[in-house]
Every structure is written in C-alpha cells, then in structure tokens.
C-alpha cells in the first residue's frame, strides 16, 4: 500500500476529487487506528465557485488553510453541529478543496461506533451501521474529527490516505453538488463524484 504524496494533491482539483474516490483515509489517536474507504467526494475550486467557501478567493481567518499548502485539513463547523473534512488541492495560493461526503468503514470499526452512537458494535442494527459514516457530519463523528484537524497534514504518520490497489478500476457516477441552493450557477456543476452502488453513499 501507497502512501498519497504532497505531489498527488498538488493537481486539479476535480482530478483529485475524482482519484481519491477507492483511496483509504487512516487515522491513529491514542493507539487505536481507524480507516475507512473514500466512496464519495465534492469538489470546491474558490476562484470560479460561489458554493466554496473562498468564492472569488476571498482570504479569511475561516478560509486560509485552503490558500496554503496542498494535502493539508480543511475542518469547518456546518450548522453548529457538523463537522466537515476538506483536503486541500492545487498549488499554494489557489483556495480549492475536496469535500469527503462519505466513507465505507474498514479498521477500527469498534471505535466509530463509539464515537457515533455511544455504544458498542453488538449493541447497533445493521441501518445504524450502514449510516455511520453515510455524510461528511456523520464520518467527522466516527472518526473524532473536529475543528483541532483544521490545517493538519495527510502526508503525516498518524493522519494519511493511502492507495490499497493502483490497478483497481472503479465505476463512478458524475452528478451535481448537494444541499448548495445558495450557489446560483454552481449548482449545475458536475463536481460530485460517486462509487456506484456503495451503500454508504450519502444520497444515490
């Protein structure tokens, strides 16, 4: 297994979006390792895109991160609730992201379902499984991410994706973005990228 370096996210961002989809994101807090297959992504791009964040690559303390380095957090607060895990892309001084929408879990799974439900792995129905990490909320949650991750490195030791198998070939949906009804034009970008069939896609 590969580890993504800088260089991988240093690209387009719709590039990346698409090839991260298969890849595993791996976690390590307090000795306890966490990874989970990327199944579904979004693609924010700040100079052309009123639905990020950094439209018209406005720079505020929320948005620096996405001006810097490539393969670093982007960690926001929806709602007053959610969090949300961005990757950054391109080159430094392009604000773009990947939104993660969705994750199927591999390692770890005992963790997750503590952190999401406050229980055990026995104590939840298959429909809680299968919702577990179905939305970027819900996977910050499993995976005990919050605002603290916001600016920290994917190419680091205990926060990482990794490619499992360079060979396998993926059928992907294209589709528009969700739940950006703010964004006039973008809404009708095509920016969503899917594993098709994957019950832990967000919405089909």
Known sequence: MKKLSRDFYNRSTLKVAKELLG?????????????CRIV?????IGKIDKAAHSYNNKKTPRT?????EPGKAYVYLIYGMYHCLNIVTE?????????IRAVEPIDGLNEMV???YNKTLDEIKKRELINLTSGPGKLCKALGITKAFNGRDLCGDDFYIIEENPSTQLDIVTTKRINIDYAEEAIDFPWRYYIKDNPYVSKK
């Open 23 to 35: 890849k595993i994101i791996v976690l390590v807090e307090d000795g306890v390792k966490m990874s």
């Open 40 to 44: 579904e992504v979004e693609a924010y």
């Open 64 to 68: 620096e991160v996405m001006f810097g």
């Open 91 to 99: 080159e430094e001084g392009e604000a773009a992201a990947v939104l």
């Open 114 to 116: 503590k952190n999401r």
